[in-house]
């Protein structure tokens, strides 16, 4: 072979492997694509057979070579989705997939999203209606696959409102966090989910539960819900939230706090704990709590006429008794915080009564 065809190969070879390479890309590509597009009409068929409406424009993947990225407009979905009716709407919603990762959605609506809970209520309405509408001005986040089946879903929304319509809340940024184990938990130590809530500037609308002016600064909690939240194996009958939440409680489900978080006007509160339900399916439970405010607080609340007498006497001197410099100078008090009956108490000072939750049939 002579010097002249050793230097032809020595050029070509690397220019056709890169073509081979390429070509086998693309063809990777096209196919990963087809199939998501027939995943996506498959899961569109499956759910209106279901029942569901499902509308949307678009569909179609593109983003060759860098991504997988499907843009949907007009959607509306409506139905029965894990015990409750679920409204969801969005004028546009994106979705994109790595080549490298075909387990890690994302997602992002930059237009309006509303979503609606028919069956849930902010409060015991009179009349017995309910229905809560939550309207994001947008939303991002992602969806972690095991094996094709959720994982993880994070979801982050700017400024919102939760209302039904008749009282409006407002909150400045809203997040959603939920990781489901590898394995359903089979009894109550068994964990269901891990989840996170956090949200900030939130407006609540004035009345006689309000504890301070202005808006909640933040609130949150990280946690575990321990417990089956599904129905037996062999129980295929469609179950209400009710019905899921009474079978939880009874098999003692718990949630486990590892830390939350309040701050509103001159108060702040940190602390974890454990919760559960009562027999009326009200929030019960127990933990510690830091607070700093919490004199503020309670001065404010005996000029309302919420505490008197001794029991203004007793919470003054508890607080007093147990306040110590905080990190930021200002006094911090740990005591104990409890839920029971739907009162919320602050070691012997009971602080207000939460209005019942009605959770749908």
Not at 4 to 26: Q, S
Not at 165 to 184: E, F, M, R, V, Y
Not at 287 to 308: F, P, Y
């Amino acid at each position: 072979m002579t010097p002249r065809r050793r230097l032809v190969i020595r050029l070509l070879l690397p220019i056709c492997l890169a073509i081979l390479l390429i070509a086998g890309y693309g063809i990777y590509w096209w196919q990963v694509a087809r199939q998501l597009e027939a995943g996506i009409a498959a899961w569109t068929a499956e759910q209106r057979a279901q029942g569901a409406v499902v509308q949307y424009q678009g569909g179609k993947v593109h983003g060759f070579p860098f991504t997988f990225t499907a843009d949907f407009s007009d959607i509306s979905l409506l139905g029965r989705w894990s015990g409750t009716d679920l409204s969801v709407r969005t004028a546009a919603l994106r979705l994109n997939l790595s080549p490298l990762d075909l387990t890690l959605i994302r997602f992002a609506a930059d237009g309006p999203v509303t979503v609606i809970l028919p069956e849930i209520a902010l409060e015991t309405n009179t009349n017995g209606t309910a229905g809560v509408r939550l309207t994001a001005n947008r939303a991002a986040g992602q969806v972690d696959l095991r094996n094709g089946v959720l994982a993880a879903l994070s979801v982050d929304a700017g400024r919102s409102k939760l209302d039904n319509g008749k009282n409006a809340i407002g909150l400045g940024s809203l997040h959603l966090g939920l990781a489901l184990p590898p394995t359903p938990p089979s009894n109550f130590n068994d964990p269901a989910a891990d989840i996170a809530l956090a949200a900030t500037n939130i407006d609540l609308p004035a009345g006689p539960t309000e504890l301070l002016p202005g808006p909640i600064l933040q609130a949150g909690l990280r946690g575990t819900i321990r417990g089956p939240l599904e129905a037996a194996a062999d129980d295929q009958a469609a179950h209400s939230v009710t019905e899921i939440l009474t079978r939880w409680r009874d098999i003692g489900g718990v949630v486990d706090v590892a830390r939350f978080d309040f701050a509103q006007g001159p108060l702040s509160l940190t602390g974890s704990g454990t919760f559960a339900l009562d027999q009326n399916l009200q929030p019960l439970g127990a933990s510690k709590v830091t607070a700093t405010g919490l004199g503020e607080l309670i001065d404010l609340m005996i000029a309302r006429g919420q505490i008197v007498g001794k029991d203004a006497q007793t919470a003054k001197m508890v607080v007093a008794g147990l306040a110590k410099p905080g990190t930021n100078g200002r006094p911090e008090v740990t005591l104990s915080f409890s839920i029971q009956d739907s009162i919320v108490s602050f070691g012997p000072l009971r602080l207000m009564r939460l209005a019942p939750i009605p959770w749908p049939q």
